[in-house]
């Protein structure tokens, strides 16, 4: 009866993360790069250089569903991805439309660790968190442009038994540095066969690192009740244990 006791009451008090689970990061800014006509896109990094610290947070539910069906990537919605760089927020602001906010998990598949020219590891997967903006619609000339921007970081861990989102990411079992960028981007039409194919690469501006430092915010861990129908469920199981010992 005691042993029965003992172990309802233990479940009672085991602690889940509640949602959203937070990270809190550092990156060191080890490169600034630079391709094409960047001036449009400046004003996006100004007043960050090589050494600069970067700090932000990202937000995500550990429910939240794969929103991609192959078994070998997951693709999992963000709720909020930032980081403390002014100029970069400010010039974000004026984006109109959002791309996709997400974590990407990506197990090597059969047909490409079996590959005879280039397999992959098997034993090793890729993780990335992502924010990418989009300006507004391009219009459709010779010389528009529009920028595009996103924030990442990218990292290689053991491969997972599945693509399933954790409850906590594995930066603890990173296999090399976890990567940081903050990148620029300009699109557009440079000629009328850009118009009859689609938009290109025009220019691109980024602020490149690692992660020197990342937590899980743990004021976000917190106990979570069992709902009242386990209670009497666990409570009801120990009385029954009770009465079948005092009967024998």
Not at 184 to 208: I, K, M
Request: aromatic letters at 10%.
């Amino acid at each position: 009866m005691r042993f029965t006791l003992l172990a309802v009451s233990l479940a009672f008090a085991t602690p889940t993360f509640a949602s959203p689970v937070t990270y809190d990061f550092t990156a060191k800014i080890d490169l600034i790069d630079r391709f094409g006509d960047t001036t449009a896109l400046e004003s996006g990094l100004a007043g960050l250089g090589v050494g600069a610290e970067v700090t932000g947070s990202f937000s995500y539910d550990p429910n939240t569903p794969d929103r991609d069906d192959d078994d070998f990537f997951g693709d999992y919605a963000l709720t909020d991805f930032t980081v403390d760089l002014d100029a970069f927020n400010a010039f974000n602001a004026n984006l109109s439309i959002l791309g996709g906010n997400d974590i990407g998990i990506e197990l090597p598949a059969p047909e490409f660790v079996n590959d005879p020219f280039d397999p992959l590891d098997p034993n090793i997967s890729f993780y990335s968190i992502n924010n990418n903006a989009r300006g507004g619609s391009l219009d459709f000339a010779v010389g528009a442009q529009s920028p595009v921007t996103s924030i990442a970081i990218d990292f290689e861990a053991p491969t997972p038994t599945s693509d399933a989102l954790p409850a906590q990411l594995p930066f603890e079992d990173s296999l090399g540095p976890i990567l940081f960028r903050v990148f620029l981007e300009s699109e557009g039409y440079r000629t009328d066969e850009d118009l009859f194919f689609g938009p290109v690469f025009l220019a691109a501006l980024s602020a490149e690192g690692e992660i020197t430092q990342i937590a899980l915010r743990t004021d976000e861990v917190t106990p979570v009740p069992l709902p009242a129908s386990s209670l009497l469920l666990l409570g009801g199981i120990g009385l029954l244990a009770g009465l079948k010992r005092r009967g024998a």
